[in-house]
């Protein structure tokens, strides 16, 4: 009943391979974020012209949201990096 935990049929992988994996994933976040965040922009620039003030306020909040998700988001990339240094630093003293 518990043999597949116990099996090992996992693949282990590295803590490097899981750390770039992680860093893929929060590139494309990044990437995904500047486009809602242009999107966000152009559609405020759009309802200021018809005359819809409330509408292009709420555009600027979701901008000025999702530059705060790109801003968390660099913090995590950055922290992702720093783990990788130490772990190259790590295996290179060995």
Same mark, same amino acid.
Request: glycine share 4%; aromatic share 6%.
């Given at each position: 009943?518990?043999?597949?935990?116990?099996?090992?049929?996992?693949?282990? @992988? @590295?803590?490097?391979?899981?750390?770039?994996?992680?860093?893929?994933?929060?590139?494309?976040?990044?990437?995904?974020?500047?486009?809602?965040?242009?999107?966000?922009?152009?559609?405020?620039?759009?309802?200021?012209?018809?005359?819809?003030?409330?509408?292009?306020?709420?555009?600027?909040?979701?901008?000025?949201?999702?530059? @705060?998700?790109?801003?968390?988001?660099?913090?995590?990339? @950055?922290?992702?990096?720093?783990?990788?240094?130490?772990?190259?630093?790590?295996?290179?003293?060995?």
């Amino acid at each position: 009943m518990l043999g597949w935990l116990l099996c090992g049929c996992r693949k282990e @992988s @590295s803590a490097t391979d899981q750390l770039k994996q992680a860093r893929d994933v929060f590139a494309a976040k990044e990437a995904v974020l500047q486009k809602k965040i242009s999107q966000e922009m152009e559609r405020a620039k759009e309802f200021t012209k018809s005359g819809n003030k409330h509408a292009a306020m709420q555009c600027l909040k979701r901008k000025k949201y999702y530059e @705060s998700q790109m801003n968390q988001v660099g913090s995590v990339q @950055s922290r992702i990096n720093t783990k990788e240094k130490m772990i190259a630093d790590h295996t290179a003293n060995k």
